[in-house]
């Protein structure tokens, strides 16, 4: 009961900081000429693929918890690679948009864009990074049978935060990406 | 009923024996002992603050004064402004809440120890990478808040505000970490019998608190990386002449500045509503609005943030609306105040040390209001921001509130933590040694900034009113020096004394008390169910009844 409050009130800070580069991107949507630029270099359909990807780790997750719950291990297990894999996935195809974009030489320290974009998505890739991690190390604690059954809260805890990331991820890729098409 | 009992792994061997060695001290969990742990660090940092200030004053004291370099001025004001803040008043008072949270609620430890222990360290390295900068090329000189563009590579080319936003950001991990782990803490382990509507108001405060600097600090941190961005990356965020918009730093800067501030005080009014009711042997007057005015100050502190940007020339419109939101926040504290003033009426007071700095704070810390509530008027904000005004605005809430509260509770709890009572002699000469020299200084600043003494200024020339009250508010300073000394004497002359038989000096009525002074490695070993806001006195009034 206390881990799931802590990660629910961290998870609150989080979404405060999201919130802040969030605003910062917005605010210079006008003055940094953003929409050409958007429309030049993001590829909208490709990310929104491994968005996709991204949403089905959830489900995959919540897979895994309910499998866990009910006592199925090897089945929670399986899941939980699934998760994993397709967290794996989404920050490749992050990779992939990072690649092609600095060579067409859209950079950190090119334009406001530049900073604006690579500092919204890279701190969010960065939580996947680390809920990727996280994932890995409860993967390797309940494939062992020395470990014993991790608690229902600690997977309940974890789930929380990477359900958090991906719900950030589907309002990052709609401010970024989508936005243009919106307004 | 027993108290919440956290299960410790045994040791065969101990990893660090009770007699309090080094790498006890260094790998310690246990809360009472990190408390102590902060309140010592600030107490470092305060000396080194403290020093900083001693030197600005000095450089102060008469006109073109070369004392030091307008360089070494800039640096020292910016570290003063920094340490006191993040280094003394946040570490003190999170240290202090730390210390008393568990063992007011009935509860062995906080929810999570180590994660505790974490906090400490990491805020206590942050301020040692700060002032690593004085080594590296040269300490941050922007100020404490600032700004863009003087807070970019172009202008500001030493490491110094490199180290500000790596320093500032490991401490507020350490604040984050702390305020999750209190606000577990209190929702989760309190004895059986103790809701929320019976919470001790230090208590009360402290939750409230710590939901405040969860919300708060994410966006200094904000704030902080993107300028490390610009900084080391070359990044545009606050940069003016390739896109970007200083004035985004000051929105952020102070979305996160304004509840900091309410970060600082509201720990000191948990402090005060407990020493007017142990020293006037009287139940407070108005939990409940004290405690409702509370959440509504937290609420209200994410709404106020432009009245520090009145003449950053964003228009009539935006500047109305936090204009009336800044008045509308002085209303929840000054209930408090009332009601402050209430539970000492009728009641039995006793002039300690304790309590006289509780009744100062009264008089200095309404003063500060009144000064602050000036600035919401925005025509007098124009003519008075940056001057002298604010810098006594500033000093008369921060100290007359938060650090008065610090002195209020380490006079009140010194017996709780050490089993002695401070001298309470030489704690008068501290009291009014202190208070002589804090008046001293910072009333003449509001006639300074009046007459139109802009601060952050290295040196001023001899024009008339400036020179005699700069070099009165020297001598205040000076004043503090030699107070502060003799409450540190104090310190340690008291230690040297035998431990007291009485674990409760007060007759205090909080659960925190029926621990021992000090208390053992677990605070309690079993504790009656609570049934009111006054659970130690109804634990002495049953054993009184029982032995009759």
């Known amino acids: 009961m206390q881990s799931k409050m802590m990660v629910k009130i961290v998870i609150g800070s989080e979404a405060m900081f999201f919130l802040c580069l969030i605003v910062a991107y917005l605010s210079f949507w006008k003055s940094g000429n953003f929409q050409p630029q958007i429309a030049d270099h993001l590829h909208v359909k490709l990310t929104g693929l491994f968005t996709l990807c991204l949403i089905a780790s959830s489900f995959t997750f919540w897979r895994a918890e309910h499998n866990q719950k009910q006592g199925e291990q090897k089945s929670s297990v399986r899941w939980l690679i699934a998760t994993i894999a397709l967290g794996i996935i989404f920050l490749f195809g992050q990779g992939r948009e990072y690649f092609n974009l600095i060579k067409e030489n859209v950079t950190v320290n090119r334009n406001v864009f530049g900073s604006a974009f690579y500092t919204l998505t890279g701190f969010h890739g960065l939580h996947v990074l680390i809920g990727i991690v996280v994932l890995v190390i409860i993967l390797l604690i309940s494939g062992k049978e020395y470990f014993g059954i991790l608690p229902v809260a600690v997977f309940k805890s974890v789930g929380m935060y990477w359900h958090f990331v991906d719900a950030v991820w589907i309002i990052v890729f709609t401010t970024i990406y989508l936005l243009p098409y919106l307004i | ?548």
């Open chain 2, 1 to 548: 009923m027993k108290a919440v009992v956290i299960d410790m792994p045994p040791h065969e061997v101990a990893l660090a024996g009770r007699d309090r060695t080094l790498l006890h001290w260094l790998s310690t969990v246990d809360h009472k002992e990190i408390g102590i742990l902060y309140l010592l660090s600030a107490l470092l940092f305060f000396a080194i603050g403290g020093v900083e200030a001693l030197l600005l004053r000095t450089q102060l004291a008469v006109p073109n004064n070369h004392f030091l370099s307008p360089e070494a001025y800039d640096q020292i004001f910016t570290m003063h402004g920094i340490t006191m803040i993040f280094f003394v008043m946040m570490p003190a008072l999170l240290g202090l809440t730390v210390y008393l949270i568990p063992l007011m609620i009935g509860a062995n430890e906080m929810a999570f120890p180590r994660l505790n222990a974490f906090s400490f360290w990491i805020t206590f390295f942050g301020g040692l990478l700060l002032y690593f900068s004085f080594a590296a090329g040269g300490a941050p000189d922007a100020g404490w808040f600032n700004y863009a563009p003087l807070n970019q590579l172009h202008y500001s080319y030493s490491h110094g505000i490199d180290f500000y936003g790596m320093g500032l950001l490991l401490a507020g991990v350490g604040s984050m970490t702390t305020a999750a782990n209190l606000v577990v803490t209190v929702l989760t382990m309190r004895v059986k019998g103790m809701t929320l509507k019976k919470l001790p108001l230090f208590v009360w405060m402290a939750l409230v608190n710590g939901f405040l600097i969860v919300a708060a600090i994410p966006c200094l941190n904000a704030a902080l990386v993107m300028l490390l961005l610009d900084r080391l990356l070359q990044a545009h965020f606050f940069n003016t002449t390739s896109g970007g918009s200083a004035l985004l730093w000051q929105h952020f800067f102070w979305l996160f500045g304004h509840p900091e501030v309410y970060i600082l005080i509201l720990p000191a009014f948990g402090i005060y509503s407990e020493v007017f009711q142990v020293f006037s042997q009287k139940k407070i007057f108005g939990y409940t609005l004290i405690a409702a005015s509370t959440v509504t100050i937290a609420l209200l502190s994410f709404g106020v943030w432009v009245h520090h940007m009145f003449a950053a020339g964003l228009g009539k419109t935006v500047n109305s609306f936090f204009a009336a939101s800044s008045m509308l926040i002085g209303v929840p504290t000054g209930i408090k105040i009332f009601n402050w003033i209430g539970t000492m009426y009728g009641g039995r007071i006793r002039f300690t040390v304790s309590m006289m700095f509780a009744i100062a704070f009264l008089i200095e810390f309404t003063i500060g209001g009144l000064s602050g509530i000036a600035f919401s008027i925005v025509p007098i904000d124009l003519q008075l921001t940056d001057s002298y005004f604010v810098v006594a605005h500033l000093h008369y809430v921060l100290l007359g509130g938060s650090l008065f509260g610090l002195f209020s509770a380490l006079f009140y709890w010194f017996p709780k933590i050490s089993g002695r009572l401070l001298n309470e002699k030489l704690g008068r000469w501290f009291f009014w040694l202190f208070v002589a020299g804090f008046n001293l200084t910072f009333f003449l600043q509001h006639i300074l900034g009046i007459v139109g003494m802009s601060r952050r200024v290295y040196t001023y020339a001899p024009i008339k009113w400036y020179t005699l009250l700069n070099l009165l508010s020297t001598a205040g300073a000076y004043l503090m020096a030699i107070a502060s000394a003799i409450l540190v004497y104090n310190i340690f002359k008291t230690l040297r004394t035998p431990r007291m038989e009485n674990k409760d000096p007060w007759n205090a009525m909080t659960l925190e008390w029926y621990a021992d002074s000090p208390p053992a490695e677990r605070n309690f070993v079993d504790i009656p169910v609570v049934e009111s806001r006054t659970p130690l006195w109804d634990i002495k009034n049953k054993q009184k009844n029982n032995s009759d």
